[in-house]
């Protein structure tokens, strides 16, 4: 699911930022921004880098809720859609969702990051 958001979000930041950045800037800069969060959660999570992963799923939680509640808040500024406007609306919610499932799924396949595991073999 990752990879398809990262694809998406990164496509649509781009297009939006390529070709009409002068109508809705904060929106398409950070349409872009949550693409680039999502392709370094994709990318940390297929690998296993743990950290990597846990404060890249942190910040596009902490994205989604702040841009959401913003964007409903102070409309002006966000005069066109982007991924984590209205936690993510347009995407079906799928961005609000998707956060929790990743911080629930790295809390529950191993609480400590990027450590290796211990060795039995003392000799």
């Known amino acids: 699911m990752y990879g398809i958001l990262a694809l998406a979000a ?13 109508e809705a800037p904060i929106a398409y800069l950070l349409s872009l921004g949550a693409g680039l969060v999502y392709v370094v959660a994709t990318i940390a999570l297929a690998t296993d880098r ?9 910040i596009e939680m902490l994205g989604v809720l702040t841009v959401g ?28 969702v998707l956060p929790f499932l990743g911080l629930v799924w790295l809390w ?4 400590t990051p990027d450590v290796p595991p211990a060795s039995d073999d003392l000799g």
């Open 10 to 22: 990164t496509a649509r930041g781009i297009y939006q930022v390529a070709t009409k950045l002068d």
């Open 50 to 58: 743990r950290t990597l992963a846990w404060w890249a799923v942190s």
């Open 69 to 96: 509640l913003l964007s409903l808040v102070d409309v002006g500024d966000f005069p066109d859609e982007t991924v984590w406007s209205a936690f993510g609306q347009g995407y079906g919610y799928v961005p609000l």
């Open 108 to 111: 529950r396949t191993g609480r």
